[in-house]
């Protein structure tokens, strides 16, 4: 069965730029691919969530700064982030799914740290 594995977290200061990847070890992404994050203290939230057949969805706070894309022949999916704020700080999971906001299969998360 497909494994999401993360990669491409770290420590930026605030305003920097990060992208994310993620690889679909074992198999390949079902139709739909997120980005999402869980920060301290708080709920895990949709970030970003890319359609195979095209359209990208992203939340309030992320659109406009962050963009979804995926490489279908390198079976990775990417999240680049740009004009990062210290409120993006959180553990950054990587998920896919035959449903836009249900997902099967996900990832042990990459760590983001923006700081002020």
């Known amino acids: 069965q497909v494994q999401p594995v993360e990669s491409g977290g770290g420590l930026v200061q605030a305003g920097g730029s990060l992208t994310l990847s993620c690889v679909a070890d074992?198999?390949?992404?079902?139709?739909?691919a997120a980005w999402l994050r869980q920060a301290p203290g708080k709920e895990r939230e949709s970030v970003a969530v890319?359609?195979?057949?095209?359209?990208?969805y992203y939340s309030e706070s992320a659109e406009g700064r962050f963009t979804i894309f995926r490489d279908n022949g390198k079976n990775t999916v990417y999240l680049q982030m740009n004009n990062l704020k210290p409120e993006d700080s959180g553990v950054y999971y990587c998920?896919?799914?035959?449903?836009?906001?249900?997902?099967?299969?996900w990832g042990r998360g990459t760590q983001v740290t923006v700081s002020s």
């Open positions: 998920a896919t799914g035959s449903g836009r906001e249900s997902y099967e299969y």
């Open positions: 074992g198999g390949f992404f079902y139709r739909y």
């Open positions: 890319v359609d195979y057949v095209g359209p990208k």
